[in-house]
């Protein structure tokens, strides 16, 4: 459905990502981890169009979409939720939420979609009216996810939903979305807790020093021993 072949980026004259390719395939979990630093949320920018690769091709349902904009992507069905959210914070969860909607497609929509969200994250129906930045952690985490399904996506992509949530939070927030696969959503999913997303994944990537160093079936990726060379070995 998503697919990224030999891509290079990078900024201001900087290279970060070599030759990074991955797939995400329908209607399942899609995940990449790998240390800080390797270059996870470079290849999601590239994937949400915040970012333009100086070279390779981003492809999205048959189609090439390496210079669409980011606002056209998520006309088209890519849902993103970025590195730090980039919430309003001076706008309530629901104002935020709604800001999702932006595409006709979604707006149209967009009560419809706010009642899913809510009976998908309770918590939020109940602070719709608070200002995005007197929200906790996890509550932000949960409306940048909503903000992102506002859109109506075909793929939901995802940088570190776990980031600086509380344990119990994250254990949740990863049953949410196993529980949005289940429903027939698409996920691509940046993490840094890679025990976690490998639990509900279906398909994982180990990034390192900007391109992929392994891929498989998580029951693969959870080989302790491999896993800890791909995380510290150099180079
Ligand atoms: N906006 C930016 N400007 C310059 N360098 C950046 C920027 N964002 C990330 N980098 C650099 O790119 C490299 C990869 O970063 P990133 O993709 O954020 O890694 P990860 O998400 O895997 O931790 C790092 O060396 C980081 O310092
Ligand atoms: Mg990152």
């Known amino acids: 459905m998503l697919r990224l072949d030999g891509i290079d980026a990078g900024y201001a004259g900087t290279q970060v990502l070599r030759q990074m390719g991955l797939e995400a395939k329908q209607g399942v979990i899609t995940v990449l981890i790998g240390p800080n630093g390797a270059g996870k ?8 169009g915040l970012l333009r690769p100086t070279r390779g091709q981003v492809s999205f349902a048959g189609e090439d979409i390496t210079k669409l904009p ?61 200002k995005a930045g007197r ?16 859109s109506k996506p075909s793929i939901l992509v995802l940088d570190e939903p776990s980031l ?50 392994r891929a498989g079936p998580p029951g693969e990726l959870l080989d302790l021993e491999a896993l800890r060379r791909d995380y510290f070995a150099i180079g």
Not at 42 to 47: D, F, H
């Open 41 to 48: 949320s470079t290849t999601l920018k590239i994937v949400n």
């Open 164 to 213: 600086g949530l509380a344990p119990k939070l994250v254990s949740e927030i990863f049953e949410k979305i196993h529980e949005l696969r289940q429903g027939g959503l698409t996920v691509l999913m940046v993490e840094q807790n890679a025990y976690a997303a490998l639990r509900i994944a279906d398909f994982g990537y180990v990034m390192q020093n900007g391109r992929v160093v």
């Open 135 to 150: 929200l906790s952690g996890g509550e932000q985490q949960m409306v940048g996810i909503g903000r992102a399904l506002m």
């Open 70 to 130: 980011a606002h056209e992507r998520s006309a088209r069905g890519i849902g993103s939720c970025p590195e730090g959210r980039r919430l309003f914070p001076l706008l309530t969860a629901e104002g935020n939420l709604r800001l999702g909607a932006y595409a006709p497609r979604a707006r149209a929509a967009a009560d419809e979609t706010l009642a899913y969200v809510y009976d998908l994250f309770p918590r939020l129906r109940e602070r719709a009216s608070v």
